[in-house]
């Protein structure tokens, strides 16, 4: 007769009730008894999956708007997310995935309008400590990378992260001789560095110089091919938003700016290459280049000429093509009567495409 009757299912407040309490379990270390524990925790991953499905809904039914209400109510109300966070490297590769998606969808239920996912957590900034410090630990830093970037959807924990110690360590973090960990790391710093316009503009603003003197000598500089075409494409991201304007002008006003994006036009990789061409532009463009970059650019006029003629992409692209001949028309038609003739070396050809 037990096989006839199916189990009552559970409402979406008793499955955050239930889970968080063997989160509370999962996190305690005095259980001795494997099989008991190896219940708890086959419990805990059913019932992760339960409110993945209620929030993404099933192949049978869409997610209800009230059970996701209710469901993210509850799981805010107390430190769920916390716990959650905790037990994550405790959990096996699904039930880790299954928690990805619950936290990530839940950063975008609204109840009552607002999402109490963006107030919890500015409440609670230290989880975001705990999951960027999660790059240091191999076994969970692709869960908790991909936890943070969905948390970072909110401006004021973005901001949070910015203003924090942390992101000095990124330069760390995406250079981890793991792939896959540096290939996060890099998807959470480019995250932290477009997604919001007018904090990122602020946050590099304040943070030019150390920020840019670290992005160019441990990034641009960096003997990784990945790190470097990942850091000149990102540059050229930051430069060429509207927002970042004022960053833009200081950067392109430096001379040792420019010579670093020559020597990256020199790489012999042509994605490198392509992507070094996009900030370069950028420096022949401006219209109030200081003397010396005007200088070096006159004394290396006939080697970059002669590189730009031959420089090209394997497919068509008009845009490309026309900023090619603006960035070969300017060089072609400065005027070295307007620069210092003090900074008109050849630069003994150290910098200069050849």
Not at 138 to 153: M, P, Q, S
Not at 289 to 314: G, H, M, Q, T
Request: hydrophobic share 40%; proline share 3%; with cysteine.
């Amino acid at each position: 007769m037990k096989g006839l009757f199916k189990p009552k299912p559970k409402t979406p407040v008793e499955l955050v009730k239930l889970t968080r309490e063997l989160l509370l379990y999962a996190n305690r270390t005095a259980e001795t008894r494997e099989k008991k524990r190896e219940e708890k925790m086959s419990e805990l991953s059913k019932l992760l999956l339960e409110m993945r499905t209620v929030l993404f809904g099933s192949d049978q039914s869409e997610p209800n708007a009230d059970a996701c209400e209710q469901l993210t109510r509850e799981f805010f109300k107390e430190d769920t997310l916390r716990l959650l966070i905790a037990s994550l490297p405790k959990l096996a590769m699904g039930p880790r995935r299954d928690a990805t998606h619950v936290v990530a969808n839940l950063q975008r239920q609204r109840v009552d309008i607002k999402l109490i996912a963006c107030t919890y957590l500015e409440a609670n900034f230290d989880i975001m400590d705990t999951l960027i410090l999660g790059y240091e630990d191999g076994d969970v830093a692709l869960t908790y990378g991909a936890i943070a970037r969905e948390c970072i959807r909110h401006q004021s924990v973005a901001r949070y992260v910015l203003e924090s110690e942390h992101m000095k360590k990124f330069f760390s973090f995406l250079q981890i001789p793991n792939f896959d960990i540096a290939s996060d790391a890099q998807a959470t710093f480019k995250e932290l560095l477009t997604r919001h316009k007018s904090t990122v503009a602020e946050f590099l603003s304040k943070n030019y110089d150390w920020f840019f003197q670290e992005y160019n000598s441990q990034l641009l500089e960096s003997s990784s091919y990945i790190t470097k075409r990942h850091a000149v494409k990102l540059l050229g991201d930051i430069l060429l938003d509207r927002s970042n304007s004022a960053v833009m002008v200081k950067y392109v006003s430096s001379l040792d700016n420019m010579r670093i994006l020559m020597n990256l036009l020199r790489d012999s990789n042509k994605n490198i290459q392509f992507e070094s061409f996009h900030v370069f532009k950028l420096f022949v463009a401006n219209q109030n280049k200081p003397p010396e970059i005007i200088s070096v650019l006159i004394a290396n006029r006939s080697k970059l000429l002669r590189f730009f003629s031959d420089f090209n992409i394997d497919k068509v692209n008009e845009q490309f093509e026309a900023d090619k001949s603006l960035v070969i028309r300017e060089i072609a038609t400065l005027d070295l009567n307007e620069t210092p003739s003090t900074y008109g070396d050849d630069d003994d050809g150290e910098t200069s495409p050849s």
